[in-house]
């Protein structure tokens, strides 16, 4: 009980310092919750602004804003009020809340009607590293994963033009306050500011799930060759990391169709393997034609964990796939990193084994 007290005591005089260095060295990043043309209610707001319009907000903090063409109205005692987007919306303290959730920075309706989420790098990555990996992992897991992930959003701002990154998979999931954990938490404050680099330059740290015991090259996901990126064996646990899915012929037929490839009956399929033993191209033969599938693009058509399977042709119409692992297989592998975690490796030791020549560097 004392040691939690502790962690507590420390968490709360580290947060302090956090946010007195908001404005100074730390980065901020905008991220984009939600395309937005409804009424939204916020409260715990203390204060509104527009480009030309400050707004102070009494009582509770209570705000329903209703978004049109570029354009909030804004609920009031003496009836709407409008204004011209952006709208920039700031909490009564730390945090607002929307949506029955809470979250750190400040909100903002952009012209498009996109809501932002702005805030600083190392806030953001308190909800994006348990959100991304299990907050049970063993800390040093967790250390990893913070480091690639500010790694991975400080080379991706931008990405997405009016903010930087979205709170999905396609960039990290992202919850707000509600994901935060104190565990993984104090895994980001203990690497404040740490980031993989190669030769000086950030690195593009992508992570999966579960290498199934071997991770990919990138460039056979995506192309380019990249140094850091190369394939390693992973630990042996992983070779345990199975699954089974069962196809229809008919099915198969159907998802090709809607590619342009048609198949007659009589086909055959051939698998074409990297190095780790994942999928790369499929080749399909009949009595006319060849056509060769991308192992990644078979992998979207029927939603599966990863390209590292083999497939079985049945007798009764049906196709056998089993696999191992889950992700796309580049880069870092969080179960991965948990099992070297307990085996006594730490956060720097775990991204040099999967990011090849890499260093660790204070960024900010």
């Known amino acids: 009980m004392l040691k939690k007290f502790l962690l507590l005591i420390a968490n709360i005089i580290s947060l302090f310092f956090l946010s007195f260095s908001y404005s100074q060295d730390i980065p901020t990043i905008r991220i984009g919750l939600e395309k937005v043309s409804r009424t939204l209610s916020f409260s715990n707001v203390g204060k509104m602004a527009t480009d030309y319009l400050d707004m102070e907000v009494e009582g509770k903090g209570f705000v329903k804003i209703e978004v049109r063409d570029s354009t909030a109205f804004i609920e009031t005692v003496n009836g709407l009020l409008q204004v011209t987007l952006p709208l920039r919306i700031y909490p009564n303290g730390y945090f607002i809340n929307y949506n029955s959730n809470h979250y750190r920075g400040y909100l903002e309706i952009s012209p498009n009607s996109w809501l932002i989420n ?169 009595s006319d034609k060849a056509y060769i599938l991308m192992g990644t693009t078979f992998r979207s058509l029927f939603n599966l964990p990863s390209t590292l399977f083999d497939m079985i042709l049945e007798g009764d119409g049906r196709i056998l796939l089993k696999g191992r692992g889950n992700g796309h297989g580049v880069g870092l592998s969080q179960k991965g990193a948990k099992f070297l975690a307990e085996k006594g490796y730490n956060y720097k030791e775990i991204l040099k084994y999967y990011y090849q020549g890499v260093d660790i560097a204070k960024w900010y």
């Open 118 to 286: 702005v805030l600083n790098i190392e806030e953001y990555l308190f909800s994006v590293v348990p959100s991304e990996m299990p907050a049970y992992y063993p800390l040093e897991a967790l250390k990893a994963q913070a480091v690639a992930s500010r790694t991975y959003a400080l080379v991706n701002r931008g990405r997405h033009g009016e903010f930087d990154l979205c709170s999905t998979v396609h960039c990290q999931v992202y919850k707000g306050i509600r994901a935060e954990n104190d565990k993984s938490t104090r895994a980001v404050l203990e690497t404040m500011g740490e980031v993989a680099v190669y030769n000086n330059q950030l690195i593009k740290a992508f992570f999966h799930s579960s290498s199934g015991g071997y991770t990919e090259d990138c460039k056979y996901v995506w192309g380019g060759d990249i140094p850091y990126l190369k394939g390693v064996k992973d630990v042996d646990e992983l070779l345990n990391d199975s699954w089974v899915r069962v196809i229809a012929v008919n099915e198969l037929f159907e998802k090709l169709s809607s590619l342009g490839i048609n198949v007659n009956r009589n086909f055959s399929l051939e698998l074409e393997k990297t190095v780790s033993g994942r999928v790369y191209r499929i080749w399909l033969r009949d």
